[in-house]
């Protein structure tokens, strides 16, 4: 089987590349989008177009999902299978969602419980997975010297949010309108394990907000975006990951020696040991391999699913402390395979207890490796998918 992936540089293409040739697959790659991120839908179908008339294949294969490439398929009458591994990803809810040639998984099944309905027979849902064996491969490879370089007691790789928050925009507001979304955002910010920003938005309020946000975002074309999920998703939900990073950060490096890779901006936590971004394939799983607690804190748009960073620390061998999300238990025993935290509080918490508990720490760093190489894969994800896709 042959198929085309389509490109855009998400870290994960590697390993989804790998993947599909370890099943045995052949896998084309068409790239333009990675090198020409201001490149025009007509000029992303011409290209796609040109490129599958002169190469056929049985499918086309995405990270996230292109509405371009969902209209090409379609007059193809060509499968396009897109696996969704960032959130929010507001492209979903473009009307080519709906077309019958679409294979669309998800990995956060509140996302799947919504975006099912508008083409039923064609989403799924499907959780993300990691690349053990590459991880393997490296850490066999680096020397004492490299790896202690990368040696840390608390480390968070990802960034602070605060320089892709669109909030940071809003102007100056009617008091009632500032005070609302503040106090909507302290009432989600003590609660894991559900987001209700949506739901309880009243239309007033999104209304507003939509007429004084400057540039507020719309979808061009047919599609089912509304205001309100816009509001919940892109901007507050953003918002309320920047609050909870800063301050899980100033918390953490009060008390304990914290290495964030990241490029954000770090000044204001003088304790916070900022080591700069980490590179994907050759630094980061070292760097999981190598620290004693390695955090997790999901971004608040993901409202149910597993975020890719969780499945890497745990493929590379590394202890990982994660926020509760509703997906956990169903796919990862909390205190077997890593360990999770319900606030603020609880989270110094059991840094402080991880830190000084090493063989309990390395017993559920090791059962979480074990765990994942045996079924959480991308080949074992893969096969699930094209189980799926196509009935095999």
């Known amino acids: 089987m042959k198929l085309l992936f389509y490109r855009y540089g998400s870290i994960c293409e590697p ?17 333009p989008e990675m090198y020409d991120k201001q490149m025009k839908p007509s000029e992303s179908v011409s290209v796609l177009s040109e490129y599958l008339f002169a190469n056929p294949v049985e499918f086309v294969f995405s990270i996230n999902f292109f509405p371009t490439v969902a209209e090409v398929c379609h007059i193809f009458h ?35 419980n919504e975006i099912s ?37 608390v480390s968070f790789i990802g960034s602070l949010y605060t320089e892709k928050n669109p909030l940071e925009r809003l102007p100056d507001t009617p008091n009632y309108l500032r005070g609302y979304l503040d106090g909507l955002m302290e009432a989600q910010l003590q609660v894991y394990g559900y987001f209700f920003v949506e739901e309880v938005l009243p ?10 946000f400057p540039g507020f975002y719309r979808m061009p074309g047919e599609h089912f975006l ?43 936590y003088p304790r916070l ?13 070292v760097i999981f391999h190598e620290s004693n607690v390695n955090l997790n804190l999901t971004a608040k748009s993901i409202r149910s699913g597993l975020p890719l960073r969780i499945w890497d620390i745990l493929g590379s061998g590394g202890f990982c402390l994660t926020n509760y999300q509703p997906e956990l238990t169903e796919l990862l025993a909390p205190g077997e ?56």
């Open 15 to 31: 390993d989804i590349i790998e993947g599909f040739e370890e099943l045995g697959l052949t896998v084309l790659e068409l790239s």
């Open 78 to 112: 060509l499968p396009y299978l897109c696996w969704i591994v960032d959130s929010p990803v507001l492209e979903l809810y473009a009307k080519a969602i709906t077309y019958d040639t679409n294979r669309i998984f998800l990995f956060d099944r509140a996302l799947y």
């Open 117 to 153: 309905s508008f083409n039923p027979e064609c989403v799924f849902h499907l959780p993300l997975a990691t690349n053990v064996r590459q991880k393997d491969a490296l850490l066999s490879s680096v020397d004492a010297q490299a790896k202690n370089n990368f040696s840390c007691d």
């Open 203 to 212: 239309e007033e309020i999104v209304s507003e907000f939509a007429d004084v």
């Open 226 to 268: 509304t205001d309100r999920t816009t509001m919940a998703q892109l901007y507050i939900g953003t918002q309320i990951t920047v609050l909870e990073r800063q301050r899980a950060m100033r918390l953490l490096s009060e008390r304990f020696p914290v290495t964030i890779y990241t490029g954000s901006d770090t000044s204001g």
């Open 273 to 285: 040991i900022n080591k700069g971004f980490a590179k994907t394939l050759t630094e980061m799983p």
């Open 337 to 392: 395979y890593l360990d999770c935290y319900t606030s603020l509080d609880d989270l110094a918490e059991k840094v402080d207890y991880y830190r000084s508990h090493e063989t309990v720490r390395k017993e559920i760093a090791r059962a979480g490796y074990e765990f994942v190489k045996a079924y959480h894969t991308y080949p074992v994800r893969l096969t699930r998918m094209l189980e799926l896709a196509f009935g095999l």
